[in-house]
């Protein structure tokens, strides 16, 4: 029994993303995307990681490291789902637009992905925004338009609770998309996959498939966790400068961002360390870890062989040098 807490006591720093039929893993020298083909081949793309800290080091440093990082997951994620699609193409492509046209004749291949990834970049933080910061301030401001006396810690409940309702909601119905239910069956793949890792156990089907499906190092967690911190961060700063008026409300936000996902990424490390052995990380992670039941399924065993070589391509070549 000492022998297997011992074991168990092991978090390791390695990550991953679900793709479409594939995992995307990144370790702490190398990341691997595996997708299964139409012919039900295994495809392995691995790169080698170049960090910007290495360069800049002032981005390393902690609540600074949180928004790198951050950006830095959702470029190499972006091109990771793109390189996935690749192999699914859609059936009848439709017909180029002229924009689409003319990006190609001025642009060459690299600048073109480049400049489609910056998009889509853009447009999911955008998207995220707007969601989950911009859209409850609004409909708080709607709703107490016709209560002007209200007082300052009730809008900010207010608020609060319309970001957690938005994000719930969210969850929900991409949980009911019939294309998103096998992105999440990977999901849970990867998850398992590292528990199983974590825990010593040989990286095979049998031993992946009995492991949990919900860690705490999960994207959601993470998500939910940012909007828990935004509402906290924001009642303080409102309780001290009360801001009634939408616009000031929502740059106050959108300013209060950068700080919001350093903390939470500062509390997702220490959540990393310490959420299988410690009452109050299990406690703070369990609401993010209830909300994984919705974009996270029970993988088959051919997502857990995808899952399983995705790990195995970015386990560090020196033993340990991947602890959490």
Request: aromatic share 10%; proline share 5%.
């Amino acid at each position: 029994m000492a022998e297997q807490n011992k074991s168990c006591a092991f978090r390791t720093s390695i990550g991953g993303q679900a793709l479409i039929e594939g995992i995307l893993m990144r370790g702490p020298e190398k990341q691997a995307i595996v997708v299964r083909d139409q012919e039900g081949h295994l495809v392995e793309k691995v790169e080698e990681l170049r960090f910007i800290k290495d360069r800049y080091p002032i981005l390393g440093l902690p609540l600074v490291r949180g928004t790198v990082n951050f950006l830095g997951a959702m470029v190499s994620g972006v091109k990771a789902l793109m390189y996935s699609a690749d192999f699914y193409p859609e059936e009848e492509a439709a017909k180029p637009s002229k924009f689409e046209l003319w990006l190609e004749k001025h642009l060459s291949s690299k600048k073109l992905e480049s400049a489609v990834v910056a998009l889509a970049v853009l447009l999911g933080v955008g998207m995220s925004i707007f969601l989950f910061l911009v859209l409850p301030t609004f409909l708080t401001g709607g709703i107490l338009h016709f209560f002007p006396d209200f007082p300052m810690w009730g809008r900010n409940l207010v608020e609060g609770i319309l970001k957690v309702l938005i994000f719930l909601v969210y969850l929900i119905v991409c949980s009911k998309q019939k294309d998103i239910y096998r992105v999440f069956q990977y999901h849970g793949a990867e998850h398992k996959s590292i528990f199983c890792y974590e825990a010593g156990l040989p990286l095979t089907v049998e031993n992946v498939r009995i492991q949990p499906r919900h860690h705490p190092r999960c994207g959601t967690s993470f998500l939910f966790v940012v909007i828990f911190v935004s509402i906290l961060a924001s009642s303080v700063v409102f309780g001290i400068w009360p801001i009634t008026n939408v616009w000031l409300r929502t740059l106050a936000h959108l300013l209060l961002l950068p700080l919001v996902v350093g903390i939470t990424y500062e509390f997702n490390r220490w959540v990393g360390r310490h959420a299988q052995d410690n009452v109050l990380a299990k406690i703070l992670t369990a609401p993010g870890l209830w909300m994984q039941n919705f974009t996270t399924n029970e993988p088959d065993d051919g997502m857990i062989e995808c899952a399983i070589r995705s790990l195995e391509l970015v386990l560090p070549s020196e033993k340990g040098k991947d602890a959490w």
